[in-house]
């Protein structure tokens, strides 16, 4: 079984591209819509929650699990780690892989929610595959809030207008490659390939479905392509926003947990 | 001892106007920072929070509650005057009051969290008072992560426009006065005004504060005007988002609590 867990709704990028590349497998994805977002928080509640989130996927008998949020991937993934006997995958190393591998200039960016960027883990990954690489991140809190309420449009003046505003560092550094460090971001690559029209896009979470498809355990014979989805709030109202992340309408099984007695 | 709570730090503004009203008295504010927002989540979960944190209030002895939160007010006040044998004051009344005695042109308007127009709850407190009052209300789930990420200047131009839209219904139902509904929004007060100048705004929190300061008990003798702050994520940080809506610095006691412990 593939854990999959996010803070709200975002890491349903992530679970889209796992669907895409290991079609028939079973799945479970919980997203604490309850707390939702993490990225504004401290990391000692960031960790308090993450490890909420592990010992819930962990009573769904999963064998390896994705955590398809930048900010737990940057934040609690070494907690998790040691503390869970699994594998668990985070969204940083994938990104920082691949945008070490697309830059041509050298000089690749970062936009993260921020405690994201405060944790540096996306600076540390890609030095850590060549230091000469010139990493500029920018702490983006309004993009989560944008996307969740709708601002999403290609051309939206409002999304573009705060786009303006945290990508004119990005700008000037001059990077040709830039990683979107938030399993929300993906859902704005229109307005910000508008933005920055000559830069290669990083979508974090579907880098991290990749890795996750590297080393998931083989296909079991009683997997039948089956995704439940477990959340902390009310399900009514799941479906709609759950469709944005997925592109594609939600047919299948929501339950509501109780997350705080895990 | 008075007792203040809201989902975060917009209660600090019904704070700030108790402390005017009831100078020297000794009170607790309770924000639970580690899962702001509220106005965002189903009803369910909002009643869960607001139980917990009048559970957290009653451990520290309050003779008299404000509960300092739109969005608690109109969805789980019920519940908790029920609850608890002891005042709970919300925003919505004194607020409902204070608009129904403005208004000139029997129109009035509301803004406020998602939750809370959901819940119908000032159109109800208005047409107790005046039936004939036309009451129009307007979801502004973006004005809340507006104000905590800075956007607060009376001509940020990202508000202007996220206004700009919010207000084309009360524009266009001719409302002379406007009720602030969320105790976040009067950090907007000069952002709102420049988008309705001849509307009268009317300050949820501020209307809760006298209505308080009217039935609180008297003033003991060991009080001191002492202000504790508690809050549920950690406290660095803290004091720099609540000077902003105290409008001067804190130099009080904060500590963090596990709200979900009660």
């Known amino acids: 079984m593939i854990g999959v867990f996010d803070s709200g709704l975002g890491g349903l990028t992530a679970l889209r591209e796992i669907v895409r590349l ?7 994805y919980f997203g604490d819509t309850g707390r939702v977002p993490y990225g504004t928080r401290s990391s000692e509640t960031i960790v308090r929650y993450a490890l909420q989130d592990m010992r819930f996927l962990c009573t769904q008998a999963v064998d390896v699990v994705l955590a398809a949020c930048g900010t737990v991937s940057s934040t609690a993934l070494h907690v998790l780690r040691s503390t869970f006997p699994l594998p668990i995958i985070g969204v940083v190393e994938g990104a920082a892989q691949a ?30 595959i060549d230091p000469q690489i010139d990493v500029t991140s920018v702490a983006c809190p309004m993009l989560v809030p944008l996307v969740e309420n709708g601002y999403i449009a290609d051309d939206d003046p409002v999304t573009a207008l705060v786009l303006d505003d945290y990508l004119s560092a990005i700008r000037a550094a001059g990077v040709d490659t830039l990683i979107l460090g938030c399993t929300h971001f993906p859902i704005l690559t229109g307005a910000i390939a508008r933005a920055l029209p000559d830069v290669t896009l990083i979508n974090s979470g579907a880098e991290a479905a990749k890795l996750l498809a590297a080393q998931v355990p083989p296909k079991q014979a009683d997997e039948e392509g089956r995704v439940r989805y477990f959340v902390s709030d009310s399900v009514p109202g799941f479906a709609r926003v759950a469709s944005i992340f997925l592109g594609e309408p939600v047919e299948d099984e929501v339950t509501r947990i109780d997350i705080e007695r895990f």
């Open 99 to 128: 945008a070490a591998h697309a830059t041509k200039n050298r000089r690749v960016g970062v936009i993260a929610t921020g405690a994201t960027v405060s944790s540096g883990a996306f600076v540390q990954a890609i030095k850590s």
């Open 22 to 28: 290991l079609p028939g497998r079973d799945i479970v």
